[in-house]
């Protein structure tokens, strides 16, 4: 059986217990990796080691997922990489680890491997197929791994962050041949400070083949873009304000 709660989401019950600057009500007393909510409905809603993903079975991948990025977790001594996919037994007509084999994409992970590295049973569930999306070698390697760096970075500034991540489709999207999983037309984080001032921001990646655009912008418009609702269990008032704005200096944006 899987666990539902995260070592980042033990960290960080207790850090609130504790008195520290993450406050109580933020999570409205849930400490799981989607306590603020799914951002848009979901086949499948899958509890793995360190994250919670929503799956859909017609784009056969995850359209969202959701974890607490720790900066003490990414102090821990890093687990070793897993070299193995997993094919989700719980998933109907699931995605198999070679369905990518001579596609010309690679198997992107949306929770990144680097994340989870604190924990082995963390590590090897961001390598199970529901947590994979078909990304051009170019985007995964360079740009979509400097906006993973980048989330990182502020995890060890800010200590803990909520993050959603997915990819994004428009209109009729194409298919890779061999396992009929959907192209996406990009990818997108949205992040959430939990420790006072609070604070958001979100990031879109285009998918293209030389690598594609990085786009900064606050959540609300990327939740425009997305036609999404991000962290909807927030206090309304505080959610309205914490989406409208950004502050770029604060977060350090580094243009990519």
Partial sequence: MKKL??????????????GCAVKPGLLNGEYRNDALGHPCQSDMVLEYTGFTLGYSVFYRQALWASYILAGENLRHPAASRSRNFFTESRVPDAVAPDGYRRSGYDRGHLVPAADMAYSECAMRDSFFMTNISPQFPECNRRVWLDVENMVRRWALQEEFLYVITGPHFTGECERLAGCRVALPDGFYKAVLDLTAPYKMIAVYVTHERSGGEVRFMTVDELENMLGYDFFDRLDDELENELESRCDWEIWEVQRI
């Fill in 5 to 18: 709660f995260s070592f980042a989401a033990y960290l960080a019950a207790i850090f609130l217990f504790c």
